[in-house]
């Protein structure tokens, strides 16, 4: 296992370091928003004081990650299949652009297939018979039973 | 009214038609979730809370309830058949369930594993009914100090039984408050942490945050690897356990009852510590420990009635003083506050049709489970065999359309995304989500106690510890602070500290 050493820095110490970056802009916000008096807090009371404790909390953790070496950063999306994983969140993101513009049933189609296709291949077949069934079942079951609005986008014509 | 006839008015409200198939789709949809690996109770209420927007309170709440309970009665059919628990509270399950199945008595865990949990939640319903409007008429004696405290104590008691270190679990939890406190103060109104957004002025909505912690994170974990699910080929057989098998279950049965009841009630307790607890106790008092581990039906019988009955004895602090004590039921109290209604001493006053209702609701649902998991078990494997493949971009547009539908804007699905990827890290990098949900919901309780308490005292800290029900709270929460820092009790932290929704 490749640890934390003078030479790489381990994923306890990056992860300490984030929450301690974290809990000192807190601390800021609240100083900022306002402290108020103890007999009458102020909005930012309660947050410059959860900023002060959630650096104290980093802190000990930054403390731990130097006393105590952990794996690098690299190591723990070794022998993983993060690129996938990466694909999904950025097909999400491009899912929820496109979402209201072109409408629920053509966006979750595309992106059910597109994940099916993709991710762990399933048959073609198979895939489109899931999106195609699982979309206008959710469709039908929110938009026509329980009156859920969603975006009919480019389908407007054709649902309305 | 005494307790009997708040009962049958609960019944009236519970047998009413729309409360009736309320309570059925959310056993329904709990006993699914609870057998589908990689879906959570957490996840499936947060998908489902939009679509109880659209029903009155009673209806809603009874659905979500019934997810719960029907979540913890589904997640034995995994374990017991794929050795994957279905949810966290079935992990024990796994070890003494899937080893009977191997040995080719399926049917009598299987069997078990529902006799067991109908028998405990209902005991548990029982005492919750008992022991809820006593402890709701104590309750109203409770100030703004006494709510900070014993809030301050669940959050302790939580990060303290997390898995890993206790500052993270604690760095978590004040993550969760400053996140509930973004928007606008409610005393002040004025803005806070909103960036200048004006999406963010409500507040973060609970639904993106939790479907992102946990039903995008979870997706994205188990991406990274393919899941292979080793199914029982063998037949299941008879579901009706053997009398030697009852006469072996019987005291697990009933001391996972009362364990699991007891434990459920504790803030930062669950259904997850107690079906670990009920198991240990069960090995500690056999005479042939040895057996457990190799398809001991006491391994199936306790924890599964221990898990049932914590399900059951959890909503009691949230009834009763409207404080959730796992994070489970912390969404559920956000579906009480998104539905108008505030649980709490004066529900059962303000609100008995609600409060005897999901009590009522429960024993329904209890029948009901029993139907379902006893003759549909055949279902439900066959439930097992759809492919992760095809099952997670299912999952993943339930929850886009989940959160879009809470609030009809896609810059929830944003946030989602955004907390799929802070879930997802999080777990790489072993901090948990668990103690971040629980205080994203009671941040904002947290606050607004924190300060009524300091200008009711004139800003003297003293009232903490003047207050003995508030002292209590804090001497408790100090000592579990305490605690890991002494090496001998740290360790046995570790043996019990579980994620209560991993």
Same mark, same amino acid.
């Given at each position: ?30 100083? /900022? ?9 102020? *909005? ?25 070496? *952990?794996?690098? +950063? ?5 022998? /993983? ?6 694909? +999904? ?32 291949? +399933? ?38 | ?14 047998? $009413? ?5 309320? %309570? ?28 109880? $927007?659209?029903?009155?309170? &009673? ?21 017991? @058949? ?11 399950? %796994? ?36 022991? !809820?409007?006593?402890? !709701? =008429? ?24 997390? #898995? ?9 939890? %004040?993550?969760?408050?400053? @996140? ?11 803005? =806070? @942490? ?29 991406? &990274?690897?393919?899941?292979? =699910?080793?199914?029982?080929?063998? #037949? ?6 053997s009398r030697e098998d009852w006469a072996a279950s019987r005291g697990p049965m009933l001391r996972g009852t009362l364990l699991g009841f007891f434990v459920g009630t504790l803030p930062g307790g669950g259904a997850v510590i107690s079906s670990f607890a009920s198991y240990a106790l069960e090995k500690r008092l056999s005479k042939t420990p040895e057996r457990f581990g190799k398809g001991a039906i006491e391994g199936v019988a306790g924890p599964e009635a221990a898990n049932n009955a914590a399900a059951g004895g959890a909503f009691i602090p949230l009834l009763t003083l409207g404080i959730p004590p796992n994070v489970i039921l912390a969404l559920l109290l956000g579906a009480f506050i998104i539905h108008g209604l505030q649980p709490g001493p004066l529900l059962m006053v303000q609100n008995p049709g609600v409060f005897w209702g999901i009590v009522a609701s429960m024993y329904i649902g209890n029948v009901m489970l029993l139907v379902l998991n006893m003759p549909l078990i055949g279902m439900w494997v066959k439930v097992l065999k759809v492919p992760y493949p095809v099952l997670f971009p299912l999952i993943l547009m339930f929850c886009i359309v989940g959160v879009f539908s809470s609030n009809a804007a896609v810059f929830d699905v944003f946030v989602m995304v955004l907390f799929g990827l ?50 209590? %709270? ?13 090496? !001998?009790?740290? =360790? ?8 209560? &929704?991993?």
């Open positions: 296992m490749e640890t934390g050493d003078r030479k790489t820095i381990g994923s306890e110490l990056w992860g300490g370091l984030v929450w301690l970056a974290f809990g000192l802009w807190v601390t800021w916000e609240g100083y /900022t928003i306002g402290l108020g008096e103890l007999h009458e807090p102020g *909005s930012g009371f309660a947050v410059f004081w959860l900023g002060v404790i959630a650096t104290g909390l980093a802190v000990t953790v930054v403390v731990s990650a130097l006393a105590n070496p *952990s794996p690098s +950063v690299s190591s723990l999306w070794r022998d /993983t299949r993060w690129q996938k994983v990466m694909l +999904v969140i950025a097909l999400l993101l491009v899912f929820g652009f496109f979402f209201e513009r072109i409408g629920f049933i053509p966006s979750a189609f595309i992106l059910l297939i597109v994940l099916m296709r993709v991710i762990d291949p +399933v048959p073609w077949t198979q895939a489109l018979i899931v999106s195609v069934g699982s979309v206008l079942g959710v469709w039908f079951l929110l938009a026509k039973f329980l009156k859920i609005q969603l975006p009919a986008g480019l389908l407007a014509p054709l649902l309305s | 009214m005494d307790v009997f006839s708040s009962l049958m008015h609960g019944f009236a409200v519970a047998l $009413l038609p729309i409360n009736l198939m309320a %309570c059925f789709a959310g056993v329904l949809v709990g006993t699914l979730i609870g057998v589908l690996p990689g879906i959570g109770p957490v996840t499936a209420m947060a998908l489902l809370l939009p679509v109880t $927007l659209s029903a009155p309170p &009673e209806a809603g709440i009874i659905m979500m309830a019934g997810i719960y309970y029907g979540s913890m009665y589904g997640g034995s059919t995994t374990s017991i @058949l794929v050795n994957i628990p279905g949810e966290a509270a079935s992990v024990v399950t %796994c070890i003494d369930g899937h080893e009977m199945a191997k040995q080719g008595r399926a049917g009598p865990a299987l069997g078990i594993a529902a006799l067991g949990s109908f028998f405990a939640g209902t005991v548990a319903i029982i005492a919750l009914m008992l022991v !809820a409007p006593t402890l !709701a =008429r104590w309750a109203i004696a409770f100030g703004p100090a006494e709510y900070f405290s014993l809030m301050v104590l669940g959050l302790t008691l939580l990060s303290f039984l997390t #898995q890993g270190s206790m500052a993270k679990a604690l760095l978590m939890a %004040c993550f969760g408050v400053v @996140l509930g406190l973004v928007g606008t103060d409610a005393i002040t109104a004025e803005e =806070r @942490l909103t960036f200048g957004r004006l999406e963010l002025l409500d507040g973060i909505g609970i639904v993106p945050v939790v479907m992102g912690l946990f039903g995008v994170a979870e997706i994205l974990s188990n991406l &990274e690897h393919k899941l292979g =699910r080793e199914m029982v080929k063998s #037949q299941i057989g008879s579901l009706w356990p802070i879930g997802y890290l999080m777990r790489k990098f072993g901090y948990e989500p668990a103690p971040l949900v629980l205080a994203f919901v009671l941040g904002p309780l947290l606050e607004n106690n924190l300060r009524k308490a300091l200008i009711l005292s004139r800003g003297d800290f003293a009232t903490f510890i003047e207050r003995p029900i508030s002292a209590t %709270c804090l001497v408790l929460a100090a000592l579990m602070l305490i605690v890991p820092l002494l090496p !001998a009790l740290a =360790r046995k932290r570790e043996v019990i500290a579980l994620d209560s &929704e991993s």
